[in-house]
RNA sequence: GGGUGGUUAGCUCAGUUGGUUAGAGCAUCCCGCUGAUAACGUGAAGGUCCCCGGUUCGAGUCCGGGACCACCCA
């Protein structure tokens, strides 16, 4: 056998992952696995794009990490995985990177072609800025995905696909116009995103008004007449009977067309000061301190606000239906869920045009859309037209003040957003835009939904399954410039007409577009004739979100429609091999983004859900819970982590830590916990092996068989077969946890348990190699390193290449181009390793009862008395006797008889056989069993197989093994401890053979330690010189010849140490000296 | 305001269908062991299982109510 690579018992995990990305890069492994012969055939892989043009950040490491493990898994399965990768180009997060650095600051770029044509050069210029960021991380840390042959979402290909798509979805009738209330920015009249306004908002004083609407008594309901006659009220003696809003923007109050009352509240008519008023019963006390000099509301009489609905009033400012020439039926009492007594009167203002919930309530009721501005905020109706809205506030009071409206006005101190760019107040307009009628299609989503496997579970029915159940029609276009355009080309007088393909534009405009940049402004400049009428395309560009919805079909360029040509037919077979994918991962944000869009267009187009299996990540926080953001300057850099633990370790730490959906805190400290629990431990039993290994040189294809091997050696692998079967399970389910604690285990238990143990196996004594402990534990770390690379790619190469590949060229280059190694039951012996565990258990007790002692384990002692609780368990002892023996450092093993007992009930057990009730007798059962009398002879009875009856309360309780717990006491004057039925009491009465080779080995110990602080090679031999009285002599001339052999000594000599030699003192003012000879 | 998840040792987390003395790792201390090991072993210390109520012979676990934290939506 070739000699291994010789390796440092503590790595430099930087040194040893850059040689294997070296050795990936250099062999193109990556590359070879996506060629390697796939006998199970595709598993699908979806990327989810991240913004290109962001930085990496630990955030990524942990969905990277999971997308990661799972195609790796299953390529070592025998899948193949297409690992394209993708990036997000569009959007408003490029734009702003865009603004920030021409430092425009509200200025509206786009306002001539001019301008626009330079800032979108811009925008795809920057996209890319940190691309090379992104590939050195991307590599660093291992993630495999084809970064060659990405798909990009600005590329003409991928939108021509897209626009293919909004084709399909117009053709099927689900893209519609209407209006959408958004944020605005008003003088420059652009869109925000909600991002934009989270930091905006300031606290700011506003006016705080009550209006009356003076009611149209003729067109009261008639409930509410009804109850207002039953609660004897007469309408005819009503003083300017009006409703009362609320409202701090006055400015809304030209637009009003409804006003809306929650259902379910109750409401009250009240005289005030100014005649009969409406408003909630929750306002009558706040509303009667608006003027404490005066008398408070009186109430005569109540109601529910259902009974008001279509109640019909007078808007204060009539003039604005007539100077926009609206007609339609408005003004008037609408109901509403939101509408709550909180504050204000319980009634609220309704200008639809300036809130999203005002503007649904506004479709639900018919009424029409009012504009009292502009997008810019300019007054458009009444004596204020012209002026910018806030200002119009003050005249628009006046003017209630002065037609007699005005209930009460004041001021209050609350929050509001402002732009920081502009310093304006946010404006909350309603502009026109554009549809995917989702809200159709809302039981075919649901559907879809129950089909896909949600890792956690909960998010299924929960988040995404909410989400989905009070789905709004998707909002697609933004009036943006960086962007897909919307293909949509409109006719003067309305009609729409939407492309599908470069072809089709080309076909409809006679000329060759096929060159064609398809972003803004270049496509803007197309227009056709049809149908006797001219189109041209609309302003908006698409919603991010559809882009990266759109991946399934769009990365590899498919267009629907079959035109003879070869590519659009490959393209289209391509894609119907990677549809649905069985697999993706994002964090639990994308319930919103991309689990959404992927979802909502796969369900419209294909009546089917995009994905089967989803992970969803929680997500990464600090050490302390707290969100990582740079302002709070605890954000932890990928790459120096990387650096200084290895990407193995973080990787690890992010698989292993919790859930993957619960919310993960991280931290240096963390993660270096999680090196040393597993990836240093491994690390160690490896290097154990290669330093023995070099020494012996063990023939291990002469290796004994598995059958043939000793007791703990054939354990080991029935440990690792177990591994291989739990791990394999766990994965199937995409548990990476589950599989890597079961692997952590594993690995503790080869190191601790075994290792520790067979030692001396490793230490090749006169000339015999024990080639059965050698084959063991290559075995074992050879399917480490297969089982862990799927998690931890560098060290389970690093491992491989060392122990298989330099020994045998003819294996697979890589361990990632290895098959992944199944469970084989035939070498799994499950007795074999329920009997250890009665071992282990043992041996933890007597060294429990060692230490109430105080006799330290090299002090052999004569006997461990023994008790089991059953006879599997004893049989298991005898067998393993030896083992036992020998990590006790006892001469003979017992079994215990004789002994006191304690019996208890075995809940579990029993509970379930006794009748209902019976079990109401738990307790006196219990209490009986305590009983010393009772518990003897229930014990003895029941070991010697009998079956027990305890009466109690007259009812017969039949007894048996299972039912009952039975612990044994130690006779008096052991040492003893007590677990899990076990008992083990140790004889503590030394004999003078066994004094003295407890002796023995504190000089062996003495003269290791010695050898190792002259810092001597393992494989040196030395001479030794012993200066030593009484008992010690005495030990160490018996022993001579085992000391001997345990120091690796060629000669003892009695007598002062010499010059030059190493020189010890001992306890006992004794010396020893040493020489390497 | 609504939704989802969470709250168990100083820290990070397990805790299966309700059942025995609620566990592990890390950290601390004592002792021990050690020629792979920066490792390991024994023991100690550390818990009102967030709170209140209910169901039950029995609740960390099931039910109801509440508090707090995180995220999402409004």
């Known amino acids: 056998m070739a000699k291994f690579l010789e390796i440092s018992p503590q790595p430099n995990y930087k040194e040893v992952e850059s040689k294997v990305l070296k050795f990936w890069k250099s062999q193109n492994i990556f590359a070879q696995s996506e060629a390697k012969a796939a006998s199970k055939g595709e598993f699908v892989f979806y990327e989810g794009p991240p913004t290109a043009n962001g930085q990496p950040a630990m955030h990524h490491v942990l969905a990277r990490a999971f997308k990661d493990l799972f195609p790796r898994y299953k390529s070592m399965q025998g899948f193949h995985v297409t690992r394209k990768g993708g990036w997000d180009t569009h959007g408003l997060p490029v734009e702003i990177a865009v603004e920030k650095k021409l430092g425009l600051t509200g200025r509206n770029h786009g306002a001539t072609r001019a301008e626009m044509e330079e800032f979108n050069k811009l925008c795809r210029e920057s996209v890319f800025a940190n691309i090379q960021d992104w590939n050195t991380f991307t590599e660093r840390m291992g993630y495999w995905v084809d970064l060659e042959h990405p798909y990009v979402t600005y590329h003409n290909d991928y939108i021509e696909s897209v626009w293919n798509l909004l084709k399909r979805l117009w053709q099927k009738g689900l893209v519609e116009r209407d209006y959408k209330v958004v944020p605005v920015s008003p003088r420059i009249g652009t869109t925000l995103s909600a991002n934009e306004i989270a930091d905006g908002y300031r606290d700011v004083n506003d006016p705080s008004v009550y209006v009356r609407l003076p009611i149209r008594l003729g067109t009261m309901p008639k409930a509410l007449k009804a109850e207002l006659e039953h609660q004897n009220v007469s309408l005819e003696n009503l003083e300017n009977p009006a409703l009362v809003v609320w409202t701090t923007t006055p400015w809304t109050l030209p637009s009003n067309t409804l006003a809306a009352v929650n259902a379910e509240l109750e409401y009250v008519l009240a005289r005030s000061p100014q005649g009969h008023v409406i408003v909630a019963a929750g306002a009558v006390e706040r509303m009667s301190q608006l003027y404490k000099d005066l008398p408070p509301l009186e109430v005569v009489a109540r109601f529910k606000g259902s009974v008001m609905e279509f109640l019909e009033y007078h808007q204060p400012f009539p003039e604005s239906f007539e100077e926009l020439k609206l007609e339609g039926k408005a003004h008037f009492v609408a109901l509403a869920d939101f509408v709550t007594d909180d504050d204000g009167s319980g009634v609220a203002h309704e200008a639809p045009v300036y809130g999203a919930e005002d503007l649904a309530l506004g479709r639900q009721y018919g009424a029409p859309l009012c504009f009292g501005t502009d997008k810019n905020g300019i007054m458009q109706v009444t004596e204020a037209k012209g002026k910018f809205f806030k200002d119009a506030d003050k005249d628009l009071i006046r003017i209630m003040k002065e037609r007699g409206v005005m209930y009460h006005a004041g001021q209050l101190l609350h929050s509001y957003p402002f732009h920081d760019r502009t310093g304006d107040p946010i404006l909350y307009f309603a502009r026109p835009s554009w ?33 989905l159940e009070n789905n709004v029609d998707w909002s697609i276009s933004r009036e943006r410039y960086w962007g897909t355009p919307l293909p949509f080309w409109k006719s003067e007088d309305g009609d729409l007409h939407v492309v599908g393909s470069i072809k089709e534009l080309s076909e409809l405009t006679g000329r060759d577009l096929s060159s064609l940049d398809l972003h803004r402004p270049f496509v803007d400049d197309i227009t056709f004739d049809l149908n006797g009428k001219t189109f041209s ?61 992927l979802h909502a267009i796969s369900t419209l187009l294909y009546d089917s859900p995009a994905y089967k299996n989803v992970i969803c990540l929680g997500h990464l926080v600090d050490e302390k819970g707290k969100k990582m953001s740079k302002s709070l300057g605890n954000v932890v850099d990928p790459l120096p982590a990387f650096d200084k633990f290895g990407a193995d370790s973080v990787r690890w730490y992010m698989f292993t830590a919790s859930e993957p959906g619960d919310t993960k805190r991280f931290s240096e400290r963390l993660v270096s916990e999680g090196q040393r629990g597993f990836v240093n431990t491994l690390w160690n039993v490896y290097s154990f092996f290669v330093l023995y290994a070099n020494i012996d040189n063990p023939n291990l294809s002469n290796a004994p068989n ?34 890597g604690k079961a692997l952590d285990k594993f690995v503790m238990e080869m190191s601790n348990w075994y290792v520790r143990r067979n030692r001396r196996r490793f230490w090749s004594q006169d000339g015999t190699v024990d080639s059965s402990a050698y084959a063991t534990l290559y075995e074992a770390l050879v399917t480490c390193a297969k089982l862990a690379a799927p998690f931890t790619p560098f060290l389970a190469e690093s491992l491989y290449q060392n122990l298989v590949r330099n020994q045998d060229s003819s294996s697979p280059e890589s361990v990632h181009l290895c098959e992944w190694t199944n469970f084989d039951a035939s070498r799994c012996d499950l007795n074999l390793i329920s009997e250890m565990n009665a071992v282990l258990i043992v041996v933890e007790l007597g060294r429990a009862a060692r230490a109430k002692a105080s006799l330290g384990n090299r002090q052999p002692l004569p006997r461990a008395l023994v008790y089991a609780r059953n006879s599997s368990d004893v049989t298991a002892l005898t067998r393993l006797k030896d083992v036992a023996l020998e990590e006790l450092n006892v001469e003979d093993m017992e079994f215990l008889t004789g002994v006191t007992y304690k019996v208890r009930p075995n809940l579990p057990v029993l509970g379930k056989t006794l009748p209902s009730d019976a079990k109401k007798l738990m307790p006196q059962i219990t209490a009986a069993l305590a009983n010393p009398e009772i518990a003897a002879r229930v014990a003895e009875n029941l070991n010697a197989g009998k079956i027990e009856t305890l009466e109690i309360d007259g009812v017969n309780i039949e007894l048996t093994l299972e039912k009952v717990l039975i612990d044994a006491e130690a006779p008096a004057g052991f040492e003893s401890a007590l677990s899990e039925g076990f008992l083990v009491a140790l004889d503590t009465n030394l004999t003078p053979e066994l004094k003295l080779e407890g002796l023995k080995r504190y000089l062996v110990r003495m003269v290791n330690q010695a050898r190792k602080d002259a810092k001597l090679e393992v494989s040196d031999k030395i001479e030794l010189r012993l200066e030593l009285e009484g008992e010690l002599r005495e030990a160490a001339q018996e022993k001579r010849e085992s000391l001997a052999l345990e120091t690796m000594c060629s000669s003892i000599e009695f007598g002062e140490p010499e010059a030059g030699d190493f020189v010890v003192a001992l306890e006992d003012g004794g010396r020893l000296g040493l020489t390497k000879i």
């Open 435 to 467: 549809f995917v009628r989702t809200n159709k299609m809302r039981a075919n989503l649901a559907a879809q939904n129950q089909k896909i496997n949600w890792y956690p579970p909960h998010i299924k029915d929960g988040r995404f399954g909410n989400w």
């Open 537 to 597: 395309r609309v302003p908006e560009v698409l919603d991010v979100w559809f882009d990266s919805g759109a991946m399934p079909s769009a990365q590899w360029h498919l267009l629907l429609e079959a035109d003879g040509s070869a590519q659009r037919q490959e393209n289209l077979e391509t894609f119907k091999k990677h549809f649905p994918a069985d697999f993706i991962c994002e964090a639990i944000d994308q319930t919103r983004g991309w689990f959404y869009s």
């Open 706 to 739: 598995i059958e043939q091997r000793p007791e703990i050696d054939r354990w080991l692998i029935s440990r690792l077969e177990q591994t291989k079967e739990v791990m394999t399970k766990a994965l199937d389910h995409y548990d990476a946890r589950g599989a």
